[in-house]
């Protein structure tokens, strides 16, 4: 049988097979994976072929084999063993969820999550969520910080659950897509698909009073929000993992470099200290973000950040 998978557990799965029945599953053996070393094998929105056995007076799936992936997302590596951990697969359109505060979402960690998205060409959407908080001085610093992602071509929709603020805009930009939802632990994105999806009614966690979120999703999970529209939504993570990647193609994956490297003296330049160079002038004018190009360098320096 052939199912796509709906909630991961770690040794347990939730397949909804073709005939629109979910099945408990588990992983046949030792599945590995052929294009990288994962400390999870099967993830939320792979789609697996499956056997079901009798076990203990219930039918349980076995997964044999998964379909290769057209794109996954990697969670930040824990340490500097060579494993990952894919969030979620086969993604068509990716939601960072961000607040300036009661948790603060860094530049740096939005810059890492458009990197991983931009290697694998899909359409990522910046979600500034709890507009309704933010003190005048903070709406300044936060439409800064649009003004930077917008100009480069990213949508920003600024949002509130509390009013429904651009949530009709929300609603048409993921109609038929599968989408995932990511962001620090309370950034509120628990809240968003509860507005999306009311019937959901999916659990909530106040903040705690150091503003750290409750990771009140343990596990990814992917939630139909209507017939043609899947969302999957992730734990709260303290950053994204990337993929195979040379430094050289490093900024590649930003987007005001690749318009702009033609004019750099050398054809292979890394915008560091090579003369001429195209970036550091517009760096210097101020026409690229100062912060995108500290992102940059912390990139090449981190070398948790190759999965190789």
Request: proline share 2%.
């Amino acid at each position: 049988m052939e199912g796509k998978v709906y909630k991961s557990t770690g040794s347990w799965y939730l397949v909804k097979a073709e005939d629109d029945n979910f099945y408990e599953c588990k992983i046949k053996g030792k599945l590995r994976l052929s294009e990288s070393s994962s400390t999870n094998p099967v993830v939320v929105g792979d789609i697996v072929y499956f056997n079901l056995h009798k076990e203990e007076n219930r039918k349980i799936g076995i997964i044999e084999k998964i379909k290769d992936r057209k794109n996954y997302i990697l969670r930040k590596s824990v340490n500097l063993s060579k494993q990952t951990h894919i969030l979620a697969s086969n993604i068509d359109l990716l939601l960072l969820v961000i607040t300036l505060k009661d948790p603060i979402t860094t530049t740096s960690f939005i810059d890492r999550f458009l990197v991983a998205a931009q290697a694998y060409s899909i359409k990522s959407i910046l979600i500034f969520n709890k507009f309704d908080i933010y003190k005048k001085n903070e709406i300044k610093s936060l439409n800064e910080i649009i003004n930077i992602y917008k100009k480069i071509g990213y949508q920003c929709l600024t949002f509130s659950t509390k009013d429904g603020l651009n949530l009709e805009i929300l609603k048409r930009s993921i109609q038929g897509k599968t989408i995932m939802l990511g962001g620090h632990s309370g950034v509120g994105k628990t809240s968003i698909v509860n507005v999306l999806s009311p019937s959901l009614n999916l659990r909530v966690s106040n903040i705690s009073q150091h503003f750290q979120g409750k990771h009140t999703t343990t596990y990814a999970e992917l939630f139909e929000l209507d017939s043609e529209t899947e969302l999957i939504d992730t734990p709260g993570i303290k950053g994204f993992g990337l993929i195979n990647y040379e430094d050289h193609e490093l900024g590649d994956y930003f987007p005001e470099f690749i318009s702009n490297k033609a004019g750099c003296k050398f054809s292979n330049c890394m915008h560091l200290n090579e003369p001429n160079c195209k970036i550091k002038y517009l760096i210097d004018k101020g026409d690229i973000s100062q912060s995108r190009y500290k992102s940059y360098l912390q990139m090449l320096d981190s070398n948790d950040l190759k999965h190789r």
